[in-house]
């Protein structure tokens, strides 16, 4: 019997037993989770995750992550765990300035990798800068971001006022307009592109019959695009996202518009093709911010271990994966979880020899790789045809 009378059987006892055990084993686990933990240092990155931009946003996201998974073999820091903090800027300039602020607050944040969109990228870059964190920017393409004069911002991509004049060029002398029509979204990115085509148009011979923006997320693009019909330009550019692209594609024609279409790097993605229809899509020539990274010699082990982890690849994970890379090399040179160390950091590096090239960097942040890529649709895919440097 217990002490209060009441019997014990041998199943009882054994019960009592193995209740002891369980509760030993729970304090020992929760002692062990109060003592110290490994210390964390992070990577903050930002794109539109959700919305219809989220493919692109996803894309980059995979090629950080992938420089991420590598770099676990060799911590940058000893002692400390590697991290990546992704958050998601919805495409939204707000969104973006509120998940900057966010990073920023973090101690553990070392370097920020992102944004997609230019408008975005710009006003969240002066967070960092005010906060002395190392932010090293993919794609974002507008030449004003890097003329604000931060000194924390890099950005490893070509800028609009290589884009836009190269697009200008396959316009007049690939696919010989004279007469072109230009559409913009309104965004930092796309009028900021639009005006460099546009600016180029003079020293190539074309003429320019109007110049108008839509909204992101409109639908109907009908009226516009009836009125360009009447104008009769052999060409139409558009300066936005794939999004809009596939939509303005798509509905030229199902007006029978006859004119080419020719965009910039924001209608590389896979769902264009799928959204405009692959018959409406063929024929369409896009500019990017570098060549097809297929054939580029230094990426091909970047290609593989994507590919093989992800599947196929499309215009931004080479980019984020090669931005990832260079604050992860920040981090690991100044060889402490300190802000102003890692920014001295990248900013004492010469030189990066990375998957998309030997990356120097102007005064500016910019890199010195000026690679613009020519696309075609043809048969449901996006088919490259050739590399350009801006003098060519």
Known sequence: MSSDGVEIGSNGLHRRRWLARVAAVVVLASAAACGPREPVVK?????????????????MLRGAELAMAQAQTAPPIPGYRLELAALDDQRNPAQAVAMAKRLAADPAVLAVVGHLN?????????????????HVNPVSSNPEISRQGFDTFFRICATDDLQGPAGAHVARHTLGARRVFIIDDLTTYGRGLANEFKRATVAVGLEVLGHEGITQGEKDFTPLLTKIKALGPDLI?????FPEAAILIKQRRDLQI???FLGGDGLYEPTLITLATPAAAEGVYLTTLGADVHTVPTARAFVEAFERRYGSIGAYPAYAYEATNLAIRAIRTAGRPDRPAVLAAMRRLDEYPGILGLHRFDTR??????TIGIFVIRDGRFQFLKAVEPSE
């Open 43 to 59: 990577i903050g990155f930002v794109g539109p995750l959700t919305g219809d931009q989220a493919a692109q946003g996803a894309e």
């Open 118 to 134: 230019s408008s975005c990228t710009k006003p969240a870059s002066a967070i960092y800068h005010k906060a002395r964190l190392l």
């Open 237 to 241: 550019y558009f300066a936005g996202m």
């Open 258 to 260: 006859p004119a080419a």
């Open 365 to 370: 942040g910019d890199t010195t790789l000026r």
